[in-house]
């Protein structure tokens, strides 16, 4: 049962040595079938920035929990139920979508597959839910647009964001999950949108998403763009640090921020030298963890985006790994913005469905 373990606690950017791929482990079904467990088969399974931050001594606490060194990460997953045991609520052949340890099989509730402090992170996101795609989607869709990520933009956007039409939303780290529906939802509402990226072809494609004016932002020069095509009304922040500083002077009056903040996950901190703008234009910002949201929004996520999605009313776009042994890469690959063989969601692929 190959896993990926956390193996050692990154100084500032991880590195592949920061996890281990690990063939040891071996399972033995009929055990596991007769200790009650139902086995699940993962399909594939996600790579977000914030795992970084669960990359971290334990006794730092944070929002979320440390991985054990040593034990499996753990992130969102989806599988397919390959025996189910006798007591249990799936079925043979049920997708299950969760937080999982990256490992091959895993067995449930035989062996727990989230701990006591993670089901606390987690809230009602703890347990597996069953996904029935009867919109055909690739199962991969699940982890990304119609899964955390796109939650994440879909319910913070709806209860923070207070959009008015014709406003203007800027949309940084756009080409990312969050950022690709962020960019939808605001153009949905009836927003003017710019939005930016780290490559060309990541441009070309917020464009391709709606956005009114994209931009390069290692290329550009994003102040002008803003005194351009500014003021900002909302502020959605996957970047922040330095950028926010640029952001911040041209944010309009009563403006509101939505905050991720990726440029500094990896130790680097940045002193936002013009905070007094807050006062001066009266900003709110707020911050917020996916799951405070779910029990609000979640039916209705699930009841119209995989539909948009499947009918093309909202695009989305993946960047495939193949096999666990990749998993490392594909995350580094996602921190740095360099994905290979294109951008988008970046997910692994472990087993066919
Ligand atoms: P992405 O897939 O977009 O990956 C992050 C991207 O950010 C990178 O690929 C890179 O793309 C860009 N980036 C990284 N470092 C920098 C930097 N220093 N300056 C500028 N750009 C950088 O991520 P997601 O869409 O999954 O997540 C986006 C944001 O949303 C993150 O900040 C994440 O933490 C946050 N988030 C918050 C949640 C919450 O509950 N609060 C839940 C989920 C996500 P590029 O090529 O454009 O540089």
């Not at 039409?165 to 710019?194: N, R, T, W, Y």
């Not at 234009?281 to 948009?308: N, Q, S």
Request: proline share 4%; charged share 25%; net charge neutral.
């Amino acid at each position: 049962n190959a896993q990926l373990l956390f193996n050692a606690i990154p100084k500032g950017e991880p590195t592949s040595d920061s996890f281990k791929y690990d063939t040891s482990s071996t399972i033995d079904l009929e055990q596991e079938l007769s200790n009650g467990a139902s086995i699940v088969k993962l399909i594939c399974v996600s790579l977000d920035p914030y795992m970084r931050g669960r990359m971290r001594p334990a006794e730092i606490k944070s929002y979320s929990p440390a991985f054990e060194l040593h034990k499996p990460i753990t992130g969102h997953g989806i599988g397919v139920v390959i025996r189910a045991a006798a007591d249990s609520k799936y079925k043979v052949g049920d997708h299950v979508y969760g937080t999982v340890p990256y490992q091959q099989y895993l067995f449930v509730p035989g062996q727990q597959t989230v701990d006591e402090e993670t089901k606390k992170f987690l809230g009602p996101q703890a347990s597996l839910r069953v996904i029935k795609n009867e919109e055909g989607l690739p199962w991969s869709a699940y982890i990304g647009a119609a899964g955390m990520p796109g939650k994440t933009a879909f319910m913070a956007w709806k209860e923070i964001a207070d959009a008015k039409k014709g406003e203007v939303a800027f949309i940084s780290a756009g080409s990312g999950p969050v950022g690709q529906m962020a960019i939808q939802m605001a153009k949905a509402d009836g927003l003017k949108v710019i939005s930016s990226a780290g490559s060309d072809e990541k441009v070309a494609f917020l464009k391709e998403l709606g956005a009114d004016v994209a931009f390069n932002y290692k290329t550009d020069d994003a102040k002008k763009i803003f005194a351009e095509h500014g003021p900002i009304d909302v502020n959605w922040v996957n970047v922040g640090g330095k950028s926010f500083e640029e952001e911040l002077e041209f944010m309009n009056l009563h403006g509101r921020i939505i905050g991720g903040w990726i440029s500094a996950y990896n130790g680097q901190s940045f002193g936002v030298r013009n905070l007094f703008q807050f006062v001066a234009k009266r900003l709110m910002m707020r911050g917020f963890i996916v799951g405070d949201f779910e029990t609000k929004y979640v039916d209705e996520f699930y009841a119209t985006i995989p539909k948009k999605l499947a009918f093309g009313d909202l695009k989305f776009k993946e960047c495939k790994y193949t096999g666990l042994e990749n998993a490392p890469k594909a995350f580094l690959d996602m921190l740095a913005g360099k994905q290979s063989g294109g951008f988008g969601k970046v997910f692994v692929q472990i087993s066919d469905d």
